[in-house]
């Protein structure tokens, strides 16, 4: 995945970003995702966790709009000075062109399979940190990372500046592999390239049938 770190906003990219994002108040918490970080995750193909984070990104997005009140705007990716890393200034930027108040980056260290997973919630314009939100200590395996994203998304849902947290339905356990898969079908299709992003995508379903990113995702590519 080249082209991941360096943030800014796409119009077109923005179904590629979240499943859906529903229309709201003007006074409601605008918040877009950075990406998640993961450089000296080790384990793993440097490409597959490019495809992870990629992906990630997209699950943690819905899973806030699902968690919280909060309005989760699209971030596409475009260059970077350096692979596992995320562009805050960058990032920064893009979200206050989209009119979001608050950016979340996530970090995924991966150790052998050993995880750490948090997400730092920032203000947009001004940088400073406002909460870091770990997952729980119980998903601390390579094979729990869709139930640590929900943690996440159950964090930073219960912060006031989102609108406070509500209930949403378990995603339960997503095999990694359905994950890069879907990460990997995200990449293809920001390329332009919709046929192999369409294999991509019914790779991800056939591994985790109810990940529902990689179906919304192959409806939009017209698999």
Request: charged share 20%.
């Amino acid at each position: 995945m080249p082209k991941f770190f360096q943030t800014v906003v796409v119009a077109g990219l923005a179904s590629i970003t979240l499943a859906g994002s529903p229309a709201t108040a003007a006074s409601q918490a605008v918040v877009g995702i950075a990406g998640f970080e993961t450089d000296g995750s080790v384990g793993l193909p440097r490409a597959d966790y490019d495809a992870i984070a990629r992906a990630l990104s997209v699950m943690l997005g819905n899973e806030i709009s699902s968690h919280s009140d909060a309005r989760v705007v699209p971030l596409a990716a475009s260059g970077s000075a350096r692979r596992g890393r995320v562009d805050i200034s960058a990032a920064r930027a893009a979200a206050t062109q989209a009119g979001a108040k608050y950016l979340v980056v996530g970090t995924l260290l991966d150790q052998y399979g050993d995880l750490r997973v948090e997400a730092r919630l920032l203000n947009a314009a001004t940088g400073d940190a406002v909460a870091v939100i770990r997952a729980d200590a119980g998903h601390t395996k390579r094979e729990q990372l869709a139930e640590s994203v929900s943690d996440l998304a159950i964090g930073l849902g219960t912060r006031s500046e989102l609108g406070g947290s509500r209930k949403a339905a378990d995603r339960g356990t997503t095999p990694v592999e359905a994950i890069v898969s879907l990460g990997q079908g995200l990449r293809y299709e920001e390329a332009g390239d919709r046929a192999k992003a369409a294999d991509a995508y019914r790779a991800a379903i056939k591994q985790a049938p109810t990940l529902s990113e990689a179906s919304a995702a192959l409806r939009r590519v017209g698999g």
